[in-house]
């Protein structure tokens, strides 16, 4: 099966569409309501991240904006002696059929934003997908385990880490299941 993300941020397995895990927050009305300006610094701050992990960021090249949350990364990476065994992992549920894209595994959630309630749905989907995946024989190891966000410091300081608990995560895996029902059924009904 071949999974695809679109530059709309769509996936489609086979070339049959999915719901995305960041469409199905923001159509419940969670998360993701900042201004253009802000996501683009997100996606900028990810693509530095990633491009360093990979080994292929020319530093000099990053925008003055972004260098203390990259400087927050690498920081993180060496405190924690944290490696990547996986960089933006797209991946979907197969029960669910959701696309989401892992910024990291072990499961690792990277935040340029102060923490908000719905960030624990995000994680807990991209928990149970590896979870599930992992149980149907996918050889993704333990990367489920001790799952968190990496909220990173604007100046380069040490980032705030919010580690999740398994049963934190099993409440808010059940909870984004319960919404993303009830997304699909208002949409069935043809409720917006």
């Keep these: 099966m071949s999974l695809v993300l679109t530059e709309d941020h769509e996936y489609y397995l086979d070339g049959v569409k999915l719901d995305g895990l960041t469409s199905t927050i923001r159509e419940a009305g969670l998360g993701w309501n900042a201004d253009p300006w802000y996501m683009e610094r997100g996606t900028a701050i990810h693509k530095a991240t990633e491009l360093w992990d990979r080994g292929n960021l020319d530093e000099e090249t990053v925008d003055p904006q972004i260098q203390g949350y ?7 990476r060496w405190d924690q002696c ?62 489920y385990r001790n799952p968190m966000d990496v909220y990173l410091d604007p100046d380069g300081g040490p980032p705030k880490v919010r580690l999740y608990t398994q049963a ?20 069935n009904v043809g409720l917006k």
């Excluded at 934190?168 to 949409?187: A, K, P, T």
Aim: proline share 7%; net charge neutral; aromatic share 16%.
């Design 82 to 143: 944290y490696v990547p065994s996986e960089i933006e992992y797209q991946t979907y549920h197969p029960e669910l059929m959701v696309g989401t894209t892992i910024d990291r595994l072990p499961l690792l959630d990277l935040k340029s934003g102060a923490p908000e309630p719905w960030h624990a749905l995000q994680v807990a989907f991209q928990w149970g997908t590896l979870k599930t995946l992992y149980y149907n024989g996918h050889p993704l190891s333990d990367t």
């Design 168 to 187: 934190e995560m099993r409440e808010s895996f059940r909870v984004y299941c319960s919404m993303l029902h009830f997304i699909r059924w208002r949409r």
């Design 70 to 76: 990259l400087a927050s990364w690498i920081r993180f």
